[in-house]
Antibody, heavy 120, light 108 residues
Framework: QVQLVESGGGLVKPGGSLRLSCVAS????????MNWIRQAPGKGLEWVAY????????YYADSVKGRFTFSRDNAKNSLLLQLTSLRADDTAVYYCARGFTRTRFGFDVWGQGTMVTVSS | DIQMTQSPSSLSASVGDRVTITCRASQSISSYLNWYQQKPGEAPKLLIY???DLQSGVSSRFSGSGSGTDYTLTINNLQPEDFATYYC??????????FGQGTRLEIK
């Protein structure tokens, strides 16, 4: 079945780094644009980053630009989100989400999320 | 950036009721509007895309409408499984992609 599985979350100190992974299965990964979306505890959804199907186009939210790096490996059906210079307000559940092809920039399949906690 | 404002932030309703949630964009988004449902501890689920198209597998009790800056999500004949938080999301002008702040639907 179509599935996205995130990993790599954890507790990190302010200023630290973390690598989040998302592995896809059940669909032709290279056909889809992909995204990361996060949700701080008790808060709403915040889009973080977008990557095109080929990886040639990447967008970031202003809140993470210059600190996060988004990449993909279509041969391994995987995404990587490198988080650096982490701050307390980066604490959130991070979801990877598949781009919905019937409209632009929608999300039709989501992973279960991985929790990132930034605290000293 | 396009700002999305949902109203109300929360509402209480009973099983069998009809409810409407509104989403207003800070500028016209030409029906590039999606709706999601999120239950506690779960990932969001796409309900409606392009303002009024029902995602495959989603109950026909859900419907969407609107144009320009104003959009609505309507849920008919509320069922126990519908009590959740609902988010709108504009996909007209990324980046950034922006969500509304959410509407929490609770059982009365």
């Amino acid at each position: 079945q179509v599935q996205l599985v995130e990993s790599g979350g954890g507790l990190v100190k302010p200023g630290g780094s973390l690598r989040l992974s998302c592995v896809a299965s059940g669909f032709t990964f290279s056909d889809y644009y992909m995204n990361w979306i996060r949700q701080a505890p008790g808060k709403g959804l915040e889009w973080v980053a977008y990557i095109s199907s080929s990886g040639s186009t990447i967008y970031y939210a202003d809140s993470v630009k210059g600190r996060f790096t988004f990449s993909r490996d279509n041969a391994k059906n995987s995404l990587l989100l490198q988080l650096t210079s982490l701050r307390a307000d980066d604490t959130a559940v991070y979801y990877c989400a598949r781009g919905f092809t019937r409209t632009r920039f929608g999300f039709d399949v989501w992973g279960q999320g991985t929790m990132v906690t930034v605290s000293s | 950036d396009i700002q999305m404002t949902q109203s109300p932030s929360s509402l209480s309703a009973s099983v069998g009721d009809r409810v409407t949630i509104t989403c207003r964009a800070s500028q016209s988004i030409s029906s590039y509007l999606n709706w999601y449902q999120q239950k506690p501890g779960e990932a969001p689920k796409l309900l409606i895309y392009a303002a009024s198209d029902l995602q495959s597998g989603v109950s026909s009790r859900f419907s969407g409408s609107g144009s320009g800056t104003d959009y609505t999500l309507t849920i008919n004949n509320l069922q126990p499984e519908d009590f959740a938080t609902y988010y709108c999301q504009q996909s007209y002008s990324p980046p950034p992609i922006t969500f509304g702040q959410g509407t929490r639907l609770e059982i009365k």
